[in-house]
């Protein structure tokens, strides 16, 4: 499986942008999972999506600005960002999981697939 990630850029505080994760390849996924990283920072879970039902998760500090979904006709997997802070600021990593599972989750050693990252940068 190959992910690409891709709409990231610049934007003021208080701004949008709505990131997208396109799968590509053979083999088996079952969620999609965002995460974020800052230089010297752990990578931190921001949000997934189980392909099956749509259930969905978010990690705390995003949870009422950042909203995911699914287009399963064009295999891809969006990320709607509101309300961005400096604190947003980082590399957005999308990620696929193999295993089937009822519940999607914030870690990231339970993914398996990972794309390139696509940077935002808030800031005025």
């Known amino acids: 499986v190959q992910l690409q990630a891709s709409g990231g850029g610049l934007v003021q505080p208080g701004g949008s942008l709505r990131l997208s994760c396109t799968a590509s390849?053979?083999?088996?996924?079952?969620?999609i999972g965002w995460f974020r990283q800052v230089p010297g920072k752990e990578r931190e879970g921001v949000s997934c999506?189980?392909?099956?039902?749509?259930?969905?998760d978010y990690g705390d500090s995003v949870k009422g600005r950042f909203t995911v979904s699914r287009d399963e006709s064009k295999s891809t997997v969006y990320l709607q960002m509101h309300s961005l802070e400096p604190e947003d600021t980082g590399v957005y990593y999308c990620?696929?999981?193999?295993?089937?599972?009822?519940?999607?989750?914030?870690?990231?050693?339970?993914?398996?697939?990972w794309g390139q990252g696509t940077l935002v940068t808030v800031s005025s």
């Open positions: 999506i189980t392909l099956r039902d749509g259930g969905i």
């Open positions: 990620a696929a999981e193999s295993a089937w599972t009822l519940s999607c989750a914030l870690a990231s050693a339970e993914y398996d697939y």
């Open positions: 390849g053979n083999g088996n996924y079952y969620v």
